[in-house]
């Protein structure tokens, strides 16, 4: 178990969904959290909903540097200190034809799923370096779709496997700080992002079906489970998902 008393986690897209659990879960853990997002409203329900002194809510756009600057400097005022990033925030584009995508399509899921997993892990390896003890942990929310795509999702999907590309760049360059990266690929966890799953999404092969998904506190258990090892353990990749999806032959 990490052996810090007094944890602190920071939690990109914690309003809602995966974030939103993942919280709960390392709250209850006893960590200290700090949840994030743009929006101001889900924040405060989710640190309602957690109940306890040991919460912070502060909006941040992970796109915007200064924003998140500001999120990583209110953060240590507070608590002096940083023990695990859980990079989560993110979304995809509107469903289009490759050929319809805007550069303004393109450029918002760059921004809040590749920009922002970069900005948000300066940041965090800034203090994590320089604490004592020194390191800490991040864990990148990368997706199935790091792996094999759905159809009409290139923004998404290639930031992922961008997400992918940084997570083994920050698990290399921050040995020397006695950081460790990990990702987690998760498919089809039941969030507000997955209802369109109940009504049928399209396939690779043109047909439109429903497909399965799975608690959401599942993923959040691995979250906290991760966060929890010692810092010479790492769990570089791993997946969860709906045991039945159709990832595996998925195209």
Not at 30 to 39: A, E, L, Q
Not at 141 to 166: C, E, F, M, Q, W
Not at 183 to 192: F, K, S, Y
């Amino acid at each position: 178990m990490n052996s810090v008393k007094n944890k602190v986690a920071i939690v990109t897209g914690g309003g809602s969904g995966i974030g939103k659990a993942s919280a709960k879960a390392l709250a209850k853990d006893g960590y200290s959290v700090v949840i994030t997002g743009r929006r101001e409203d889900p924040l405060k329900i989710t640190a309602e909903e957690i109940g306890t002194d040991n919460v912070l809510a502060v909006t941040c756009d992970v796109g915007n540097q200064d924003s998140v600057k500001n999120l990583f400097k209110v953060t240590f005022e507070k608590y002096g200190r940083l023990d695990v990033l859980f990079n989560n925030a993110g979304g995809g584009a509107p469903k289009k034809l490759f050929e319809d995508l805007t550069y303004d399509d393109w450029q918002k899921v760059v921004d809040s799923n590749l920009t922002g997993t970069f900005l948000c892990a300066q940041e965090a390896i800034k203090i994590m370096k320089n604490q004592k003890p020194m390191g800490g942990r991040i864990i990148n929310n990368g997706s199935i779709s790091a792996y094999a795509p759905r159809p009409d999702s290139a923004p998404y999907t290639a930031t992922k496997h961008g997400v992918s590309g940084l997570t083994k760049s920050i698990s290399l360059d921050g040995r020397k700080y006695n950081i460790a990266c990990s990702q987690i690929d998760i498919g089809n966890a039941a969030t507000p992002m997955t209802e369109r799953m109940k009504k049928g999404v399209p396939q690779a092969n043109g047909s439109t079906i429903v497909e399965p998904t799975f608690d959401v506190n599942h993923v959040a258990e691995v979250v906290l489970n991760i966060s929890n090892f010692p810092l010479e353990t790492n769990v570089q990749f791993i997946t969860i998902m709906a045991t039945k999806m159709p990832y595996i032959g998925r195209g």
